[in-house]
């Protein structure tokens, strides 16, 4: 055989055996896509941007969900979006640090409820997330509850992790301090949602004004399904001091990759 039709041949085997070694590689899961809503209607936090630029980072560095962050609610719809706009169906998951009651029309509120209901994708709610849609009340169904005054203001909050089998909190110690201004919660029923996380009511001041519950129950996190998907709320989040506690960020991309399914824990029933 000729040397050089030997030599060009020999390169051409080495070229495909490693074509061939580089298609065998395992291409990398597709990354999750998150739409975060920093829309504001009542209380302005001064947190909101620094929290959803940590949910954004927490996505970059976990190479799990990339997010999209929005201060409107345009992308809140089903309907074809022009220039380029993307819509409920390109995201597995939504999630709100918001307050009041946001530009939402009646069609799009319906959207929301289905894309989570029916689609079966993911809610997250931040801190005053369920400061918003009071004049919404399955708005509220979905979350599991409304705000109802933060008596103690922002504090060392003394925090129960109920349930340290869950992926969202199985990182946590039983107890910890956590400095935050924490919600006393309305229309709220443990048995519609499964607690992860809550005030340690023994280490309380009941003397300040404005407690609520006669019961001394103060949930502070918890997961429930809405038909088909799944919901997370967590109260953290007024300061910037608590994104950026490691543990804390731990929470919230366990949330993101709860909620979307890729992982699974104790919930309550089907509604």
């Not at 009646?106 to 801190?127: N, T």
């Not at 029923?189 to 004004?209: A, I, Y």
């Amino acid at each position: 055989m000729n040397f050089k039709v030997f030599k060009a041949l020999a390169g051409l085997s080495v070229g495909l055996l490693f074509a061939s070694a580089v298609w065998a590689q395992p291409r990398p899961p597709q990354k999750k896509k998150l739409l975060a809503i920093g829309a504001v209607k009542g209380f302005q936090h001064d947190a909101t941007s620094y929290g959803l630029a940590t949910i954004w980072k927490i996505g970059q560095e976990s190479g799990v969900y990339d997010t999209y962050i929005r201060t409107d609610t345009e992308l809140i719809t089903k309907r074809k979006l022009g220039q380029n706009a993307k819509n409920l169906d390109y995201f597995d998951a939504v999630l709100f640090y918001t307050s009041g009651e946001l530009d939402m029309d009646e069609q799009q509120k319906a959207d929301l409820l289905s894309f989570v209901r029916d689609d079966g994708k993911g809610f997250i709610a931040v801190h005053s997330a369920i400061d918003t849609f009071y004049k919404w009340p399955e708005y509220g169904e979905m979350v599991g509850g409304y705000f109802d005054g933060h008596p103690w203001n922002r504090f060392e909050a003394p925090i129960i992790v109920e349930d340290r089998t869950h992926p969202i909190t199985r990182h946590f110690p039983e107890h910890l301090v956590v400095f935050d201004e924490i919600y006393q919660v309305r229309d709220f029923s443990k048995d519609k949602v499964h607690v992860l996380m809550r005030l340690d009511e023994t280490k309380l001041d009941f003397s300040v004004p404005g407690i609520k519950r006669p019961d001394k129950y103060f949930p502070v996190a918890w997961v429930k399904t809405y038909g088909k998907g799944r919901v997370f709320y967590s109260s953290f989040g007024h300061v910037e001091e608590t994104w950026d506690r490691p543990d804390i960020q731990r929470m919230w991309l366990e949330a993101v990759r709860w909620v979307m399914g890729l992982t699974d824990g104790p919930q309550t029933r089907r509604r």
